[in-house]
């Protein structure tokens, strides 16, 4: 009996220490859900604060480092985005002889504070860009808008509707360009056939073509009699006086 009790013992002892282990996870997983719940709350309100300045030109030669480096004087910048150009205009650039390098469209540029985005967007607007004379956008002017209540959510939502769009546009176009291909290839292979149809053909008619045999009978010469006339049309003769009486 002393054996069981001390069992019992150990098989409770382990249970309860089972238990406590589990109560242990399951305290530590509820803690790491408050600190990821408290840190989305942080960013939510750090991202209330935030405010987005849009530039619907940009000028040529600019690349977001420069753009960054340029507002940075007015402000801590959080995020960037700037448009690339279409690249056939790309390509129509390059051809005539334009700048070779990538330029963009149009950008969004997100400060840490919306107030200093404001400021920002009021004071730029129209105004020179100026920097170095020799920058090649010395004398482009800003076009710069404060975006109200426009979060860098928004944005990020609007291009990957803008890329799903595009990629769609751009499986359509795939699809008609096989589509044109497979019937092509599709009559391409009907030629074939009936060109080597009409060579079979062509090659039958000449096994088929034969010289004309022109093939001569021997004849054998009318029957004459003693005085030289025609045994023939004498027999004739004797015939029609038969018939009709007359006496040769």
């Known amino acids: 009996m002393a054996t069981e009790e001390e069992e019992l013992a150990v098989a409770r002892a ?17 803690k790491r859900k408050e600190k990821r719940k408290k840190r989305l709350l942080k960013e939510a309100e750090k991202a209330d604060r ?11 030669h600019m690349d977001p480092l420069k753009l960054r480096q340029i507002l940075s004087q007015y402000g801590e910048i959080q995020r960037l985005y700037l448009t ?8 129509r650039r390059k051809k005539s002889g334009g700048f070779r390098g990538q330029e963009f469209s ?14 920002v967007a009021r004071m730029l607007n129209g105004e020179q860009i100026g920097g170095r ?3 090649s956008f010395y004398y482009d002017l800003w076009n710069i808008k404060y975006l109200s209540k426009f ?7 609007e291009i990957a ?7 769609q546009k751009l499986a359509l176009e795939l699809s008609a360009a096989k589509r044109e291909r497979d019937f092509y290839l599709s009559k391409v292979d009907q030629s074939k056939a009936l060109s080597k149809i009409e060579e079979r053909l062509k090659k039958k008619q000449k096994v088929d073509v034969r010289p004309k045999v022109m093939r001569q009978f021997p004849q054998k010469k009318p029957v004459v009699n003693e ?9 004739s003769s004797d015939i029609l006086a038969g018939v009709f009486g007359g006496s040769s």
Not at 84 to 91: G, I, L, T, W, Y
Not at 161 to 167: D, F, H, L, P, T
Not at 227 to 235: D, M, R, S, V
């Open 14 to 30: 382990n249970s309860e220490g089972e238990d406590d282990k589990s109560l242990k996870e399951a305290v530590e997983k509820d």
């Open 84 to 91: 690339p150009e279409d690249p056939a205009a790309q390509v």
């Open 151 to 157: 979060k860098w959510d928004d944005l990020t939502e």
């Open 227 to 235: 005085t030289g006339e025609n045994k023939k049309a004498q027999l």
């Open 161 to 167: 509707y803008k890329n799903a769009i595009r990629e």
């Open 50 to 60: 935030r405010g987005v300045c849009y530039l619907s030109r940009v000028p040529p």
């Open 133 to 135: 004379k020799r920058s």
């Open 106 to 119: 149009e950008g969004w540029v997100e400060f840490t504070d919306k107030k200093i985005a404001k400021r």
